[in-house]
T-cell receptor, first 117, second 110 residues
Framework: EAGVTQFPSHSVIEKGQTVTLRCDPISGHDNLYWYRRVMGKEIKFLLH????????ESGMPNNRFLAERTGGTYSTLKVQPAELEDSGVYFC???????????????FGEGSRLTVL | RKEVEQDPGPFNVPEGATVAFNCTYS??????FFWYRQDCRKEPKLLMSVYSSGNEDGRFTAQLNRASQYISLLIRDSKLSDSATYLC???????????FGTGTQLKVEL
């Protein structure tokens, strides 16, 4: 079974440009998450989709970030315009539905490394 | 106080040694906890879940101390392949999102 896949694995762009990251979750996983790790810092939550709906987007840094999950399948995270501080590794993760309130295991993709120059 | 705190290390230990990491959390209402392992430039992968007082899986033991609000991970008979960063993770926001510690780096040497 395919795991969580992310594209691109690495993107180098200039400040002010736009980048779109894509995530394909494990088939059948309703929950899809975006996380980010900035160098030297911990992995931080960005947002959570349940199917096509945004369940929690409290971690999104600002309105330059836009996440979508049309049809409840793959998701995209667009950064427009990119700033230097957006550099980091963007991880996508997916999981099955919550069971009795207990969170299930999150399966992570290998991440998309973004470098903004 | 950070929601999840870990000693970043690195912990350099010889092969065969026993090593323990601690993690403290701030939310006393947290019910479940996780240890994830992350290899260099790879994704985090679940190592162990802790829902009650502790959990054991082979050479790995996770313990929970609710009174002191810390979780520990004990690795016995460490192997070279155990070298990685170990992330302490606590569900927050009703369990829908995970809060990560900065991770503890372990290097097992010959």
């Amino acid at each position: 079974e395919a795991g969580v896949t992310q594209f691109p694995s690495h993107s180098v762009i200039e400040k002010g440009q736009t980048v779109t990251l894509r995530c394909d979750p494990i088939s059948g996983h309703d929950n899809l998450y975006w996380y980010r790790r900035v160098m030297g810092k911990e992995i931080k939550f960005l947002l959570h989709f349940v199917k096509e709906s945004k369940q929690d987007e409290s971690g999104m840094p600002n309105n330059r970030f836009l996440a979508e999950r049309t049809g409840g399948t793959y998701s995209t995270l667009k950064v427009q315009p990119a700033e230097l501080e957006d550099s980091g590794v963007y991880f996508c993760a997916s999981s099955q539905g919550l069971a009795g309130g207990a969170p299930r295991e999150l399966f992570f993709g290998e991440g998309s490394r973004l470098t903004v120059l | 106080r950070k929601e999840v705190e870990q000693d970043p290390g690195p912990f350099n230990v010889p092969e065969g040694a026993t090593v323990a990491f601690n993690c403290t959390y701030s939310n006393s209402a947290s019910q479940s906890f996780f240890w994830y392992r992350q290899d260099c430039r790879k994704e985090p992968k679940l190592l162990m879940s802790v829902y009650s007082s502790g959990n054991e899986d082979g050479r790995f033991t996770a313990q929970l101390n609710r009174a002191s609000q810390y979780i520990s991970l004990l690795i016995r008979d460490s192997k070279l392949s155990d070298s990685a960063t170990y992330l302490c993770v606590v569900p927050t926001g009703g369990g829908n999102k995970l809060t990560f510690g900065t991770g503890t780096q372990l290097k097992v040497e010959l």
